[in-house]
T-cell receptor, first 111, second 114 residues
């Protein structure tokens, strides 16, 4: 089983729609969780951290369920500029800061 | 925000040559940098952790004699792909650690070995 699993997509969503991504992780001792976005042929950029209580940043909402080892990202009122690959990232944090990346979910917003 | 640069941004070389990639933190000091590799349609895979003033820590399956890492200063880490072969063609990305929670990524170096 992969350490971090995501639905690879692609998700083709009309502009203005709401889209949700899911991610599961295998290591129950994982401490930190993130969503990154990666544009084609570019480096990943931090979108938001994911906190246990859930957190929101504008149109983006992240949720964490430690019991189910499940992370989600919700994008509301999607924009064309949201088209990218969204990476679920986990940090085990016990003595190191190594990030483990999911394979990413590709999102295309259709005008 | 913090900026990390990489040089070169892309390189094409013949099989058997060595290629050096530089990773610099431009406005902060980074005692720890990371080197990743990403093949098409795959996730970023950590290759090694580069620590200033000490030997790099390599992930399982990554040959330390093939991928030489030097972290000679708090703002510079280099990755040298020695005797590169076509299967080494990939997107190499570095990141610099700001704190336990935050890493900033460089723009990546695309390597094509003919």
């Amino acid at each position: 089983r992969k350490e971090v699993e995501q639905d690879p997509g692609p998700f083709n969503v009309p502009e203005g729609a709401t889209v949700a991504f899911n991610c599961t992780y295998s290591n129950s001792a994982s401490q930190s969780f993130f969503w990154y976005r990666q544009d084609c042929r570019k480096e990943p950029k931090l979108l938001m951290s994911v906190y246990s209580s859930g957190n929101e940043d504008g149109r983006f909402t992240a949720q964490l369920n430690r019991a189910s080892q499940y992370i989600s990202l919700l994008i509301r009122d999607s924009k064309l500029s949201d088209s990218a690959t969204y990476l679920c990232v986990v940090n085990h944090n016990f003595g190191n800061e190594k990030l483990t990346f999911g394979t990413g979910t590709r999102l295309t917003i259709i005008p | 925000g913090a900026v990390v640069s990489q040089h070169p941004s892309w390189v094409i070389c013949k099989s058997g040559t060595s290629v050096k990639i530089e990773c610099r933190s431009l406005d902060f000091q980074a005692t720890t940098m990371f080197w990743y590799r990403q093949f098409p349609k795959q996730s970023l895979m950590l290759m090694a952790t580069s620590n200033e003033g000490s030997k790099a820590t390599y992930e399982q399956g990554v040959e330390k004699d093939k991928f030489l890492i030097n972290h000679a200063s708090l703002t510079l880490s280099t990755l040298t792909v020695t005797s590169a072969h076509p299967e080494d063609s990939s997107f190499y990305i570095c990141s610099a650690r700001v704190n336990l929670e935050t890493q900033y990524f460089g723009p990546g170096t695309r390597l094509l070995v003919l």
